[in-house]
Every structure is written in C-alpha cells, then in structure tokens.
Antibody
Framework: EVQLVESGGGLVQPGRSLRLSCVVSGFTLDDYAMHWVRQAPGKGLEWVSG????????GYADFVKGRFTISRDNAKNSLYLQMNSLRPEDTALYYCGKDRGIGVAGNLDNWGQGTLVTVSS | NFMLTQPHSVSGSPGKTVTISCTRS????????VQWYQQRPGSAPTTVIYEDTQRPSGVPNRFSGSIDSSSNAASLTISGLKTEDEADYYCQSYDSGSVVFGGGTKLTVL
C-alpha cells in the first residue's frame, strides 16, 4: 500500500523558517517525481513545487521562488520542503504528492494527509 | 504561464448527469494532459481522471473525461449522480515547468 506521511508543520512567526518532510512507503521513491501542493483554509489547491525522480529538474510556483527549496533523499524514502522568509499568506495545509512519472508534469496519483503550516505573530 | 478556469459550482439530482468544464487560457488544452481530482470535505484529493480520459482503478465508469480543442477546454462528466459524488473537483495541467490547478468546482447533489 502506498503511503505518504508529512510532518514538520506548525506555528511560526513571519520571516522565520520551517522544514517539511514527507516519508513514503509502498513504492520505490526514485522511480517517481514528487510534488508539494498547498491549500489555504477554505481555498483551492495550489501547486508549490515539484522535483523529478533524480532531482535533475526542480519546479517552483512564482510565489515561492527564492524562498522555498525542494529536495529529496531517495535512500531515506523522503521528500523535503525548506521554507524560508515565511509570510502570513503561506498559511495552508501542505500536501506531499507522488507523480505517475519521472518528470515534473503534475500527474499526481497519491497524496498524503497534509501538514498544517500557520504563519502568524 | 497559463490559467485553468472552472465554474464555481454545479448541481444535479441523483441519477442525473453533470459536466464540469475547465477552460485553458494561454496555450492549447491538448498540449499537455489534464487531470481531475475529487476532494471531499476534510480529506486529501484523489484522482478521478488522469491523462485527459483515463480512469484509475477503483473509479466507477460513471466518471469520464474529455478535451475539446475548439473551445480549448477539458470536461469532467459524471453520470448517474450519487450523493457520495458531492465534493470539490479540480482540474490540473502543466506547461513550461509550471503545474497549474483550476480554482475548483463545488458539486452539490440535490
């Protein structure tokens, strides 16, 4: 059974940093691209970032470029999102998602349950 | 970059058919695959259609997807509506390094 479990969310002050993790099981991580997608309270889905199977291609939404960094450690079955210079508008539930393929095309077939990030003073 | 526009809400009665549109602005709808996700309240999204028309195993054949190049739009059609279909539905596609979701459509089964 494919499982994705996010962690690392919490309450953080504006301007501070947070690192999200996603541990996967039930499939071989290095066969697939991975993504982070967020959902602000009461709002729609918003793609944040994606990473190809071998970390050769990284993609970011314009609103996080220069602030967030996606990475993966296939040996540890883990995906990460380093979030710096956090803003109140980054408050959201952050989902980890598995792509069907190796490239960053956004064809997600499995999702975690999300980890909540709240940015507030 | 491009945008995907969906109606804010649609509704239908049990047993009827509804169609949710997803119109692409900037680029052509056929240039990259479209996926559709269902999200029930309090739950993570799940895929109901991928690669324009493909249904994952476990998704009933009441769900179907299509694209129309003339209107530059994708559509999700749900036939034989059931109360359990009530959810938010999102289309999604890709272009030039960006993954984009539509704004979502709330389906109400009356």
């Amino acid at each position: 059974e494919v499982q994705l479990v996010e962690s690392g969310g919490g309450l953080v002050q504006p301007g501070r940093s947070l690192r999200l993790s996603c541990v996967v099981s039930g499939f071989t991580l290095d066969d697939y691209a991975m993504h982070w997608v967020r959902q602000a309270p009461g709002k729609g889905l918003e793609w944040v970032s994606g990473i190809s199977w071998n970390s050769g291609t990284l993609g970011y939404a314009d609103f996080v470029k220069g602030r967030f960094t996606i990475s993966r450690d296939n040996a540890k079955n883990s995906l990460y999102l380093q979030m710096n210079s956090l803003r109140p508008e980054d408050t959201a539930l952050y989902y980890c998602g598995k792509d069907r393929g190796i490239g960053v095309a956004g064809n997600l077939d499995n999702w975690g349950q999300g980890t909540l990030v709240t940015v507030s003073s | 970059n491009f945008m995907l526009t969906q109606p804010h809400s649609v509704s239908g009665s049990p047993g009827k058919t509804v169609t949710i549109s997803c119109t692409r602005s900037g680029g052509t709808i056929a240039s990259h695959f479209v996926q559709w996700y269902q999200q029930r309240p309090g739950s993570a999204p799940t895929t109901v259609i991928y690669e324009d028309t493909q249904r994952p195993s476990g998704v009933p054949n009441r769900f179907s997807g299509s694209i129309d190049s003339s209107s530059n739009a994708a559509s999700l059609t749900i036939s034989g509506l059931k109360t359990e279909d009530e959810a938010d539905y999102y289309c999604q596609s890709y272009d030039s390094g960006s993954v984009v979701f539509g704004g979502g459509t709330k389906l109400t089964v009356l």
